[in-house]
């Protein structure tokens, strides 16, 4: 069992920043990535970055030059540091982690946290 909890969301002007945090914990033997995704109502969630427990980092074309994604092994947790943002960016974001728990690959997603982008 492996739980995720993100954190850092809120309110925020256009051009403003935020900085996301996820943390990972339970019967976790080994990280292969983390990441985040995010979806607007009414539309496809649509996967915002990704990385490697490596440091190897994707981003969606949208965020590129804007979001910067990190993550911290020792502490199963991935940051998004988002800046410039944009009302477009207004989306609940999720955060997951793929791992080996108990010898076995799983999948475990956050429950979300709330980015409203707005003047």
């Known amino acids: 069992q492996v739980q995720v909890v993100e954190s850092g969301g809120g309110l925020v002007q256009p051009g403003g920043s935020l900085r996301l945090s996820c943390e990972a914990s339970g019967s976790i033997d080994s990280i292969y990535d983390m990441g985040w995704s995010r979806q607007a109502p009414g539309k496809l969630r649509v996967l915002v970055a990704t990385?490697?427990?490596?440091?190897?980092?994707n981003y969606h074309d949208s965020v590129r030059g804007r979001f910067t994604i990190s993550i911290d092994n020792a502490k199963s947790t991935v940051y998004l540091q988002m800046n410039s943002l944009k009302p477009e960016d207004t989306a609940v974001y999720y955060c997951?982690?793929?791992?080996?728990?108990?010898?076995?690959?799983?999948?475990?997603w956050g429950q979300g946290t709330q980015v409203t982008v707005s003047s």
């Open positions: 990385i490697s427990s490596g440091g190897y980092a």
């Open positions: 997951y982690v793929r791992s080996r728990s108990r010898g076995m690959p799983l999948t475990s």
